[in-house]
């Protein structure tokens, strides 16, 4: 996998977690990132951006206020920072490379998913 994930698991509601993608390739320093997410039965949906030189980001209307999404070109690093989660926070959570955004975000390249548990 050229992007892999970390940080995800169970949390009660309320609590925080913090995931990190580290990409392989250092040329992932220069492209726009983000962070998407699946829950059973619905559709991947995009849950925050952030561009090459960290300097914009956006949000889900669902995660603003709470998340936060930031990188470390430096690393190859980009992190999603989660506070006060609720149980519709649940799902897998993918980073995502590449691409632009424009309304929305249409990345080219998925990390292979990391699952983020929130009981209630």
């Known amino acids: 996998q050229v992007q892999q994930e970390s940080g995800g698991g169970l949390v009660q509601a309320g609590g925080s977690l913090k995931l990190t993608c580290t990409a392989s390739?250092?040329?992932?320093?220069?492209?726009?990132r983000g962070w998407f997410r699946q829950a059973p039965g619905k559709e991947r949906e995009f849950v925050a951006f952030i561009n090459s030189n960290g300097r914009n980001t956006y949000y889900a209307d669902s995660v603003k206020g709470r998340f936060t999404i930031s990188r470390d070109n430096a690393k190859n690093t980009v992190y999603l920072e989660m506070d006060n989660l609720n149980p519709e926070d649940t799902a897998t959570y993918y980073c995502a490379a590449g691409g632009v955004y424009s309304q929305t975000y249409s990345p080219l390249y998925w990390g292979q998913g990391t699952q983020v548990t929130v009981s209630a």
């Open positions: 390739r250092s040329a992932f320093s220069d492209l726009n």
